[in-house]
């Protein structure tokens, strides 16, 4: 199966700031079938992005994405205190699907 | 809208065996796969097994043979039969739905029931 490793583990920002998450695969992953989610503390994560640089309904442009290959990012360009999170991206073109080990992205 | 509920979670003893159901709404439910995801205490996420429209079945090495997923269209519910409980599958279980025609991004999740399986 394909293995994602998520980095950092912890991105210690302020509001305002920029984010930049990272997800590596352990193989390419095909079409760049791969996701992001975002879950705060007792919910359920909600879907980002898709196909490495879609947003998903509902989603503000200052989430964006981008990458293909084995080498992925997540961009908040300028952090909201609601975006203090814990974030996960998904491969969903191989099965079976994986997930990162997640960022926490706190204050 | 769509809704997804899941109930079921209970405290268990290992070797125990445990039936968690998930009651949807708002979408048709045999035109989706459908996914049971779950999170162990302070840990990510781990998929463990879809149910297609079609009823065809999938699961994690982690969970072969030990669980067991089904669904009534009818009742537009998803049922996860776990047997042979381990302390390892301590987690909060996830319902969740995938986009249509994928068979495992997922747009919709429900809020999540909580198995433990302890002595």
């Known amino acids: 199966e394909i293995v994602l490793t998520q980095s950092p583990g912890t991105l210690s920002l302020s509001p305002g700031e920029r984010a930049t998450l990272s997800c590596r695969a352990s193989q390419s992953i095909t079409s760049s079938y791969l996701a992001w989610y975002q879950q705060k503390p007792g919910q359920a994560p909600r879907l980002l992005m898709y196909g490495a640089s879609s947003r998903a309904t509902g989603i503000p442009d200052r989430f964006s994405g981008s990458g293909s290959g084995t080498d992925f990012t997540l961009t908040i360009s300028r952090l909201e205190p609601e975006d203090f999170a814990v974030y996960y991206c998904?491969?969903?073109?191989?099965?079976?699907?994986?997930f990162g080990q997640g960022t926490k992205v706190d204050i | 809208q769509v809704q997804l509920v899941e109930s079921g979670g209970a405290l268990v003893k290992p070797g125990g065996s445990l039936r968690l159901s998930c009651a949807a709404s708002?979408?048709?439910?045999?035109?989706?796969?459908m996914q049971w995801i779950r999170q162990a205490p302070g840990k990510g996420l781990e998929w463990i097994s879809y149910?297609?429209?079609?009823?065809?079945?999938h699961y994690a090495d982690s969970v072969k043979g030990r669980f067991t997923v089904s669904k009534d269209t009818a009742e537009n519910s998803l049922y996860l039969q776990m047997s042979s409980l381990r302390a390892e599958d301590t987690a909060v279980y996830y319902c969740?739905?995938?986009?249509?025609?994928?068979?495992?991004?997922?747009?919709?999740w429900g809020q999540g029931t909580l198995v433990t399986v302890s002595s």
């Open positions: 149910i297609s429209g079609f009823t065809s079945t």
């Open positions: 969740a739905r995938a986009v249509r025609g994928n068979s495992y991004l997922i747009d919709y």
């Open positions: 708002g979408f048709r439910f045999s035109d989706y796969y």
């Open positions: 998904q491969q969903y073109g191989t099965s079976p699907t994986t």
